[in-house]
């Protein structure tokens, strides 16, 4: 199977019920003037947010790594019009470029971005928990932490999703010393061990190629 035949695929469903979306395309031409890596989750997943927060009825959602803005349009389509999605991001730069799409989406009274190092601003957010959804979407190493924030920012029936667990089948290697690989590999383990959750791991492929996302439940 090859990624060209996966990109074509994606392609002829995309063409056919993703619709044209300008915002979302400015989005990823400000992300490329400004620099930024080319890593937003694929379009198709970007609806993939969009529908799993409209299905859990989310009013407040919380994004860690948010690049410029990409994912966090997706997740905050599906808000009401007083819900409100923070999303923390490390460099002040791409939160710049992250802020500007996120006003031409007029989105800005409902996102707001947070610039520092995840694991220093998720303390300041115990007071505005719980949150409905968590995307978790930053720097692999630290996802066991950002889980473990992300169940002591939740209630009972909160969705927690975590990209990138699969990172063209690096994962099922133990010996690995990537410490993307390593990163993923205990924060599967924890969840595993988690009592208070259900959970399950998608492998995808497509445009942006092997890859896979989990999604999580918290029961309690
Ligand atoms: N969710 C985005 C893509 C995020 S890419 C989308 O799909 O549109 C990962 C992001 O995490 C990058 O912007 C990176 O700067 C940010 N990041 C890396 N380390 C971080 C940290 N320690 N704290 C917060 N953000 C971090
Ligand atoms: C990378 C990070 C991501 O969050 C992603 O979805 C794809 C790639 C990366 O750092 O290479
Ligand atoms: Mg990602």
Known sequence: MSLSLWAQVDR????????????????????????LPNIAVAPNHGMLLTLLAQIQGARKILEIGTLGGYSAICLARALPKDGKLITLEYSPEYAKVARKNIDHAGLA???????????HTLPELVSEAPFDLVFIDADKPNNLPYFEWAI?????????IMDNVVRDGKVINGNSDDANVKGVREF???????????????QTVG?????GLMLIRVNE
């Open 12 to 35: 002829y469903f995309n063409q056919h019920i993703l619709h044209d979306d300008p915002i979302l395309d400015a989005t990823l031409k400000e992300s490329e003037t400004g620099g």
């Open 109 to 119: 009274s409902q996102i707001e971005v947070r610039v520092g190092e995840a694991i």
């Open 152 to 160: 002591k920012l939740s209630r009972v029936g909160t969705l927690i």
């Open 188 to 202: 599967t383990e924890a969840v595993g061990r988690e009592k208070r959750v259900s959970a399950t791991a998608l």
């Open 207 to 211: 445009e942006k190629g092997y890859d």
